[in-house]
Nanobody
Framework: QVQLVESGGGLVQAGGSLRLSCAAS????????MGWFRQAPGKDREFVAA????????HYRDSVKGRFTISRDNTKNTVYLQMNGLKPEDTAVYYC?????????????????WGQGTQVTVSS
């Protein structure tokens, strides 16, 4: 089992920054790829970013490339999402997820464990 707890969300003005954290516990976190997803009201959950276990491979949705950075510290069992240049359209609940197969994928169905989410609100 893997337990995931997100933190770092909040209210920020457009152009501002936030850093989300996802703390993982459970022995099966070892080797897992991690992803960040988001869901805005009335919309489907969408992929944001993913990273493999060593942190060497990352993937991003096009709309966040150059603004968001996913990283991880395996010694702390924590994954981060640094979000810069935030836009109102980034407003959503952000979820982290673990894929124990270790492949960083954009497909939510491939992930085995999910956190409860943290709200990010960007005002214009």
């Amino acid at each position: 089992q893997v337990q995931l707890v997100e933190s770092g969300g909040g209210l920020v003005q457009a152009g501002g920054s936030l850093r989300l954290s996802c703390a993982a516990s459970g022995r099966t976190f070892s080797g897992a790829a991690m992803g960040w997803f988001r869901q805005a009201p009335g919309k489907d959950r969408e992929f944001v970013a993913a990273i493999d276990w060593p942190g060497a491979i990352t993937h991003y949705r096009d709309s966040v490339k150059g603004r968001f950075t996913i990283s991880r510290d395996n010694t702390k069992n924590t994954v981060y999402l640094q979000m810069n240049g935030l836009k109102p359209e980034d407003t959503a609940v952000y979820y982290c997820a673990a894929d124990i197969s270790s492949s960083p994928t954009s497909r939510p169905g491939e992930y085995d464990y999910w956190g409860q989410g943290t709200q990010v609100t960007v005002s214009s």
